[in-house]
């Protein structure tokens, strides 16, 4: 068993090499000079000239890649000229937000998307079964973007009952913040509920058909006590697999969420960045979220492995 | 004893033949994929949404009412109704119907070649991982693992700004961030076909390496790849709507599902028909793509059943 998740581990360890690499040649295509970016375009030939030593862009692109390895080992993931600061405390500032909504929004939609696919497996056929099911998948087919702007419309523009965008103040009252998350994890929970609800309920129904909870029905157990207990007990080696991906999706989902309600978290800094080809910026955000969903990534396979043993990484499963 | 069992065998020879081979037909007819699809009501509503929608775009010049470029200043932020527009305009008095009608072209022609791009490339660096196995294995999904780690909207997202805005770049964005899971796919459906039996008789032949993954492997893992790519499609609808929905993608006056949704994003107060009914196509055609992968998996593969 430690053997296995050691060797997961080391597993990474490439797959980061090649994060990096990545993000190295993706960054260092984006077309511009960095230095006449940064300087402005006033800048002489001799600052732009004197920038680029500074930024060692007129070392040979080997020794660039080498020097970049050697900074992000030292955890130096470069400085944002546009904020002007080190991208690793700009991340620090801005996961705050970002982390609030996605968290919030994960909860929401593992609690009721769960509850809802029980109900819909413990009454497969029945009229609410075939309402969920419709409404699970028209969730999971769901642009959030547009879901958002017509949240916004409705809620906002028409109702006037909630603010449109920002984050809220807590001096101002706890329904300050609760008020001005509302939209944004409504927006952001809506594929991770519908794909826990299907999920569940797939999940759920295989289960409750097995011998063992059949045996277990037979020996009086109450029903209560069959479905929350062992039924559910076994049934959620998927939905672990799928709360992972549904939460390297939901940083992803933040990107246009946070975009639409002008939320102050790593969504906007990074859409930002991009609209203003600050290079070190987007260089080092790419690489946070991909190191981000390869640790997410880990973390699953161990529960997975924790939890079930049948798993084996050895050999040569995908 | 023997007899017996010879006369009985004659009998059912002799009653057989006819009814029993129109029998078996049937039976094959209601066993084929076509018609097991046919009875999946869900599968054939997305089949008809899909078959609507890839109409519209084929026939837009037939069925839009009015030019979908032509500016008219008197008619802007028309509602849905006046002046014969259907739907209304949009803030520079675009028939907003129109445009989504050939918008619908863009943000398909995006969908499938964004996804046969991904297919293609994926598909051949799967069946070699797969095939080969042993060290071209470890690199080339290692790679894919580097590839799956970006979250996938940031790196189109990236792509975009080092390509710059086009049709074609789009698709390409949209492409080669689905490369890896279409890997993955054949990767793991390569690992179990090329122990098979028939792939053992034609390596005891002699069969090439090419003849043995084109004509023996690739077939047999298509079915997989038919639920993926449809499942893709739908969201490459989405990709293509978020990027240019984030200014990244197309980009005016070109009409797509993701340029009308930006539009109607800065005139959400003004004229919310903007953005309310471009959404509407696309949650209406990522809902017919979806509904029709998941019934050709249930059909196809009814190991994975839901």
Known sequence: MLKTILKRIVQCIPTLFIVVTFTFILTRAIPGNPAQTLLGPQATAEDIAAMEIKLGLDQPKWKQYIDYMGDVLHGDFGTSYMYNQPVLELIGQRIGPTLQITLTALIIALIIGVGVGMFSALHQYSAFDYIFMVLALVGVSMPIFWLGMMLVNFFSVNLGLLPVSGRGDIANGLWDVISHMILPCLCLCTIPMATFARI???????????????????????????????????????????????????????????NIFSWPGLGTMIVNGINNRDYMLIQGMVLFFAMVFVVINLIVDLVYMVINPRVSYEGGGA | MKKKQNMGEAITDALGTASNEELLKKERRANSAWSKLKRNKTAMVGLIIVCIMIFIAVFAPLLAPYDPTAISPLEAYARPGENGHILGCDHIGRDLLSRIIYGSRVSLLVAFGGTVVAGIIGVLLGLIAGYFGGIV??????????????????????????????????????????????????????????????????????????????????????????????????????????????????????????????????????????????????????????????????????????
């Open chain 2, 137 to 306: 294995d470890s690199i080339i999904m290692r790679i894919m693992d580097g590839m799956l780690s970006f979250p996938y909207i940031l790196l189109a997202m990236v792509l975009m700004t080092v390509l710059g805005s086009s049709i074609f770049n789009v698709i390409l964005a949209v492409g080669i961030g689905n490369i890896p899971s279409f890997a993955r796919v054949v990767r793991g459906e390569v690992h179990i076909i090329k122990n098979e039996e028939y792939c053992n008789a034609a390596r005891v032949i002699g069969v090439s390496n090419a003849r043995m993954l084109f004509t023996h492997i690739l077939p047999n893992t298509i079915s997989p790849l038919i639920v993926y790519a449809t499942l893709g499609i739908a969201g490459a609808i989405i990709s293509e709507a978020a990027l240019s929905f984030l200014g990244l993608g197309i980009s005016e006056p070109t009409a797509s599902w993701g340029s009308i949704l930006q539009t109607g994003k800065f005139y959400l107060n003004t004229a919310p028909h903007i953005a309310t009914y471009s959404g509407i196509f696309i949650l209406i055609t990522v809902l017919g793509f979806n509904l029709l992968g998941d019934g050709v998996r249930d059909v196809l593969d009814p190991k994975m059943k839901k």
């Open chain 1, 200 to 258: 569940t309920r797939s999940s759920m129904l295989e289960v409750i058909r097995s011998d063992s909870i059949k045996a277990l029905r037979a020996r009086g157990i109450s029903e209560r006590s069959v479905i929350f207990k062992h039924a559910l007990k076994n049934a959620l080696p998927p939905i672990i697999t799928v709360l992972g991906l549904q939460l390297a999706s939901c940083f992803t989902g933040a990107i246009l969420t946070e």
